[in-house]
C-alpha cells in the first residue's frame, strides 16, 4: 500500500520561510514526479510545484518556492520563502506513475493527508 506523509506545516508570519516534507512508502517514485497541491476552504486544489522529467511551477510562487527531492529517500521538499498571507492553505503532497507533470489533480494517483500553512500579515 502506497503512503504519502507530509510534515512541516505550521503557523508563519509573512515574509518569513516553512518547508514541507513529504516522504513515500510501498513504491519508490525515483522515476516519477512527485508535487504539491494546495486547497483554500471551498476552493478546488490548485497546482504549486512538480518535479518529475522537468520542474514546474505556479506562477504565483515561482522565486519564492523551490522543490527538490531526496530519491534515496524516497522524498520531495516544498521550501518557502517569502510566505504570504494568500500563501494560507492546506498543502498536499502528490505523486503519479509517470514522469510527466500535471496541473491537472486527476492526472495524480497518490495523495497525502495534508498539512496546514499559515501566514499572518
Known amino acids: 500500500q502506497v503512503q504519502l506523509v507530509e510534515s512541516g506545516g505550521g503557523l508563519v508570519q509573512a515574509g518569513g520561510s516553512l518547508r514541507l516534507s513529504c516522504t513515500a512508502s510501498g513504491r519508490t517514485f525515483s522515476g516519477d514526479a512527485m508535487g504539491w497541491f494546495r486547497q483554500a476552504p471551498g476552493k478546488d486544489f490548485e497546482f504549486v510545484a512538480a518535479?518529475?522529467?522537468?520542474?514546474s511551477y505556479a506562477e504565483s510562487v515561482k522565486g519564492r518556492f523551490t522543490i527538490s527531492r531526496d530519491n534515496a529517500k524516497n522524498t520531495v521538499y516544498l521550501q518557502m520563502n517569502n510566505l504570504e498571507p494568500e500563501d494560507t492553505d492546506v498543502y498536499y503532497c502528490a505523486a503519479r506513475t509517470s514522469g510527466l507533470r500535471s496541473y491537472n489533480r486527476l492526472d495524480w494517483t497518490y495523495w497525502g493527508q495534508g498539512t496546514q500553512v499559515t501566514v499572518s500579515s
Open positions: 518535479s518529475g522529467w522537468i520542474t
